[in-house]
């Protein structure tokens, strides 16, 4: 069997150490210590909770697409009905007899 | 670039909707499509340290928002559902989908969202209990469509609801099994509403932060 990562918790620090020994002495494997990066997502742990964010992901596609530089909006999307139908009709534009 | 955006919705949902409708045009896709991508890059690109904040708390009480958005595409005339799960104020869970059947009114689209949330609220509960954690029914779904509310509170047909397929119609039985129950919930207040509808920046604001999507500065 292999196991690439495995993520656990508990809200006892004994617990998680104990666990952590138990299946050191079974599998062959590394301790990375607190989870903060996973799969892309990054996971804080903060005094008052947990923040999870994909800023990392983020600032590598916005680069990938040359977006970096552009003037940030405050929505992602207009809100003017029109716009949206606009989007609807130009799907047809090339077959019109279809709608 | 729309699989990237996909991607993203794992930590963002206020961007789910907008994804979900350009990902519709992919197959034959129109310079207005790209614009809206485009947008939707511009936007991410001024909340780069947004994320979901799950605050220390001992409140796990599940609920949950649904929202529709009735007949917006003009080409096929179906609806758009939007569901928020929270456990206390933390979201868990969310989805934006077009429906598969046309609704006669918002009524009948908001019911319908409703008995979706139903199906995933009931899945929750038992993955819940799974971990021993309780959730005591009735769960409370948050509708802002008062007729849809008395819909599922009716368990007779009449002439306005028995179109509407047997499936949907789940919702009343678990309604009537105290598992589930709609309450109202003003449209101001509605976090799934970010989920069916492009928003306003005053509003679009309000609801990100009631969803629990903040600046990783401001947690």
């Known amino acids: 069997m292999y196991v690439d990562d495995i993520i656990f918790g508990s809200n006892e620090e004994a617990m998680s150490q104990s666990f952590a020994s138990i299946m050191q002495k079974e599998f062959e494997m590394s301790l990375l210590g607190e989870l903060t990066y996973f799969l892309g997502l990054e996971i804080q742990q903060k005094e008052g909770g947990i923040f999870l964010s994909q800023t990392k992901y983020l600032k590598q596609i916005l680069k990938k697409y040359g977006i970096e530089d552009a003037k940030p909006v405050c929505t992602p999307m207009v809100t003017d009905v029109a716009?949206?139908?606009?989007?609807n009709l130009q799907q047809y534009i090339n077959q019109p007899t279809d709608l | 670039m729309i699989g990237s955006l996909l991607y993203l919705t794992g930590t963002l949902p206020d961007i789910m909707h907008e994804v979900g409708i350009v990902?519709?045009?992919?197959?034959?896709?129109?310079?207005?499509?790209?614009?809206?991508?485009?947008?939707?890059?511009?936007?991410?690109?001024?909340?780069?340290n947004y994320g979901l904040w799950y605050p220390r708390?001992?409140?796990?009480?599940?609920?949950?928002?649904?929202?529709?958005?009735?007949?917006?595409?003009?080409?096929?005339?179906?609806?758009?559902?939007?569901g928020a799960f929270f456990m206390g104020s933390r979201l868990v869970s969310w989805f934006s989908k077009k429906q598969s059947s046309i609704a006669l009114s918002t009524a009948?689209?908001?019911?319908?969202?409703?008995?979706?949330?139903?199906?995933q609220l009931l899945w929750m509960m038992q993955t819940l209990q799974d971990f021993q954690i309780t959730c005591t029914p009735p769960i409370s779904i948050l509708c802002d469509n008062t007729s849809a509310?008395?819909?599922?509170?009716?368990?007779?047909?009449?002439?306005?609801?028995k179109h509407i397929p047997i499936k949907y119609h789940f919702l009343q039985e678990q309604v009537l099994e105290q598992k589930v129950k709609l309450e109202y919930v003003p449209s101001k207040e509605q976090v799934a509403d970010i989920l069916t509808k492009p928003l306003p920046r005053k509003t679009f604001e309000y609801l990100r932060q009631k969803m629990g999507v903040f600046d990783a500065s401001s947690c």
């Open chain 2, 108 to 119: 009948e689209a908001e019911y319908v969202a409703a008995a979706s949330c139903c199906t």
């Open chain 2, 23 to 48: 990902g519709g045009f992919q197959e034959n896709p129109k310079e207005t499509h790209l614009q809206a991508v485009k947008r939707i890059f511009k936007y991410l690109q001024g909340t780069q």
């Open chain 2, 57 to 82: 708390d001992t409140d796990l009480t599940l609920h949950a928002y649904t929202d529709v958005d009735w007949a917006r595409s003009v080409d096929d005339r179906k609806s758009t559902s939007g």
């Open chain 2, 149 to 161: 509310i008395s819909i599922s509170k009716n368990p007779f047909m009449h002439s306005k609801t």
């Open chain 1, 83 to 87: 716009s949206v139908q606009m989007m």
